[in-house]
């Protein structure tokens, strides 16, 4: 690459909980000799997934090519924050091969796509494509199409969550999906039909186990998805506010937990009676001297110890991510507190 080359950039989008991080981890495993930069950004105020990226940080990613911007939109902040983040990677004393950006799940990539025509940074970088992570047991069991409460003669009601994620295909130049394991054959299939029925264009839908995947596939598209806006139709055409005001998060700090099994049923019960589309954070219990970190999505709940506490606080918080009508903090904290107070399994 000469230096008056521009620097292709992969915006990998996708739903909460899609597998947006672990396919990034996949990647800085396996860069296929590039050097890369990535760049996190956290709905939420606590960020969790730049920590799980800084944690796979090696020579082909050092730590400090890995940058996080948590607690809201960069495309709402682009010259506060999202500029001056970009001109730092470009900056580096070792210029990157590639930059990966993660937005966060409730992203509108359409906007972020916008941002690249700002003049300090639009000679310099390239979108060399949009890849959308979708979970293909989530869309399989039909959780982002239309209200199917409605009667059938009825218009046809999009949700925010439906919109989000048209809107996230819509961007995309490859569609990956996650999780097939989970949906079996069937639920894949049904999935793959289900997204067809979204695209405003053909394109390739693959499937992805453990966010597995050479990345010769999906990084290298060169599609300069930036000049290519008109072929990537949104619900917010037109609009000027670029975050989804319909979402909102909360954190919870949490005592010691007995069990994971506790914690993990009181997340559960938040999806269930509160609504909570996303949980993620880092959980201390009693007597283990590793973080227990737990991610949810609705009530799908999964826990793995994956680092000592160290010689700091064993702090713990966990970030609530629902539809802003169902955020109520004293309701969230009290489920959320009667797992630290469980003795039992289920208690």
Known sequence: ????????????TGFLGAGKTTLIRHLMANPGGRRLAVLVNEFGAVGIDG?????????????????????GCICCAVADEFIPTMESLLALPERPDHIVIETSGLALPKP???????PAIRSRITV??????????????????????????APEHETPLSEVFEDQLACADVVLLSK?????????A?????????????????????????????LGLDAAAEADLASRPSHHDGEEEHEHDDFDSIVVEMPEVATPEAVAAAVARLARE????????????AGKPMRLLVQAVGERVRTQYDRPWGAGPRASALVVIAE????????????????AEAETTGA
Not at 1 to 12: F, R
Not at 180 to 188: H, N
Not at 193 to 218: F, H, M, N
Not at 324 to 339: N, Q, V
Request: aromatic residues 2%; proline residues 7%; hydrophobic residues 50%.
């Open 1 to 12: 690459m000469t230096d008056l080359a521009k620097i292709p950039v992969t915006i990998v």
């Open 112 to 118: 972020l796509l916008k941002a690249f025509d700002w």
């Open 180 to 188: 097939a394991d989970l949906a079996g054959p069937e639920g894949v």
């Open 51 to 71: 920590a799980l990226l800084r944690d796979c940080a090696d020579a082909n990613c050092p730590e400090a090519n890995i940058v996080e911007l948590a607690n």
């Open 324 to 339: 802003r009508d169902d955020i109520d903090a004293d309701a969230i904290r009290a489920i959320l507190l009667s797992g």
């Open 274 to 285: 509160r609504r909570a589309l996303r949980v993620k954070g880092h959980v201390a219990v």
């Open 190 to 218: 049904a999935a793959k039909a289900a997204i067809e029925a979204e695209l405003p264009r053909p394109l390739p839908i693959l499937t992805v186990s453990e966010g597995v995947i050479d990345p010769r596939v999906i």
């Open 128 to 153: 060399d494509g949009v890849v959308t992570v979708a979970d293909a047991e989530a869309v399989a069991a039909g959780h982002f199409a239309p209200d199917t409460t409605l009667p059938q003669d």
